[in-house]
């Protein structure tokens, strides 16, 4: 897997929130189903409407809720039944992965290669034994690079004074 460029935790971060938020509403509507109905099952609007209305006898929505007890649960699914958008309890493993993924940058396949040159180059650099010996390297023509063996002995004398 080719090296991170970037990783945009904020937005990460924003779109597990949502994610999560969609959960506990989704978790919510089943609770208050549970009250309704008596069932865990996804409805829509329309059917616990008419469930209420012919429990309680009555054709009035509202009412009938209040008669029954039940009238903040069914307020609760009018308003975020419609929103639910997944039946998830949990957010997997894998989903997190997926979701990281989409927040990162990372090299593409051309410069990861470029990059796993030039970690090579700076591994080697650390070999020598003063830094300034770099200087000594010079880029001819068309991205030829050479040591200039001058130019090596000039620093050399100069360190070692």
Do not use: W
Not at 34 to 56: A, D, H, Q, R
Not at 74 to 96: A, M, R
């Amino acid at each position: 897997m080719n090296n991170i460029v970037h990783f945009n935790k904020d937005s990460y971060q924003a779109e597990i929130n949502q994610l999560q938020t969609e959960i506990d509403n989704y978790k919510e509507c089943i609770k208050a189903l549970e009250k309704i109905t008596g069932s865990g099952e996804l409805k829509t609007i329309e059917y616990i409407k008419e469930f209420i209305c012919t429990l309680s006898g009555f054709p009035a929505v509202n009412q009938s809720a209040e008669l029954l007890n039940v009238a903040d649960e069914y307020n609760f699914l009018k308003e975020h039944l419609p929103n639910v958008k997944s039946v998830k309890s949990e957010i997997s493993q894998k989903e997190l992965k997926e979701i990281k993924e989409k927040h990162t940058t990372r090299l593409s396949d051309e410069l990861q290669k470029q990059y796993n040159i030039l970690e090579t180059i700076a591994k080697e650099y650390t070999k020598l034994s003063f830094y300034g010996y770099t200087n000594a390297i010079r880029n001819t023509d068309f991205g030829v690079f050479s040591v200039d063996a001058s130019s090596l002995n000039t620093i050399s004398q100069l360190v070692n004074r």
